[in-house]
């Protein structure tokens, strides 16, 4: 079994995988601290949860953005699954192939989201990562990674409002009944939701514009993707589940490696 780690600026999501099948996935917050031995005791309540052993486990694969937390959560894999985890950078055997300058500080996230989009729906394409941040990574029909663009992601413009501005309260991120806000709460919902949908649908349709290329597939995915994917005809796919899968494949591309 291979056990899948994306480490966001927000979110650890975890997910198991037997073979190709996902057995089932966890996530936990990134920002609060933890030992090795907290991140074990969460390992093995997920194992539990499931059924396996921890024994079980043969392989860690792991995209992570946040440096700081990784010094705890690899040891925690070292002692509590016994394999040493296998850290996705661009180096690494993904399908892609990365043109662009300083492919170092392209982020894992979106390395892993790149190679799952082209492995499974193509190129060329467009991924979207509906994150902390909004990312937009284009690859061409040939596996290479052409361009991105990088933009405030909804919870960021969400914790902007309601943190600069003292009389705008926390609120819950969804489409409101109608754009026309007729109260504070439900104006803000307009702005956050419809502002994400109209940003989406420029930047998709420039980027088309500016890389002069032909039936463009887009894929998004991220936490509060569905929102805006449900609400726009420049998305073509949602899925949830696109750095998980990513991961796995590029395990399997890695893995006599390993």
Known sequence: MILAVDVGNTNITLGLFK????????????????????????????????????????????????????????????????????IVTWEAETG???????????????????????????GPIIVID?????TYDLISDKGEFLACVIAPGIQISANALWGEA????????????????????????????????????????????AAGLDNIKVVAT???????ANETKVIDEYDRLLTLKGLQIIYEKNKDKI
């Open 19 to 86: 073979e190709k099948n996902l057995m089932g996935s966890f996530r936990m917050t990134t920002k609060r601290p933890r030992t090795s031995d907290e991140y074990g005791t969460i390992l093995q309540s997920m194992a539990d949860s499931l059924g396996v052993s921890m024994e079980d486990i043969d392989a860690v694969i792991i995209a992570s953005v946040v440096p700081k937390v990784m010094h705890a959560l690899v040891n925690s894999f070292r002692k509590y699954v016994r394999v040493e985890p296998f």
């Open 166 to 209: 003292a009389k705008l309260p926390e609120i819950e991120i969804k489409k409101p009944k109608s754009i026309l806000g007729r109260e504070t709460v439900s104006s803000m919902q307009a702005g956050l939701v419809y502002g994400q949908i109209g940003q989406t649908e420029y930047i998709v349709n420039e980027m088309k514009k």
């Open 222 to 228: 991220g936490g509060l993707g569905s929102i805006i």
């Open 130 to 134: 509906f994150g902390t941040a909004t």
């Open 96 to 122: 892609i192939r990365f043109v662009t300058e300083n492919p170092g500080q392209i982020g894992a996230d979106r390395i892993v989201d790149s190679a799952a989009g082209y492995e499974l729906y193509g």
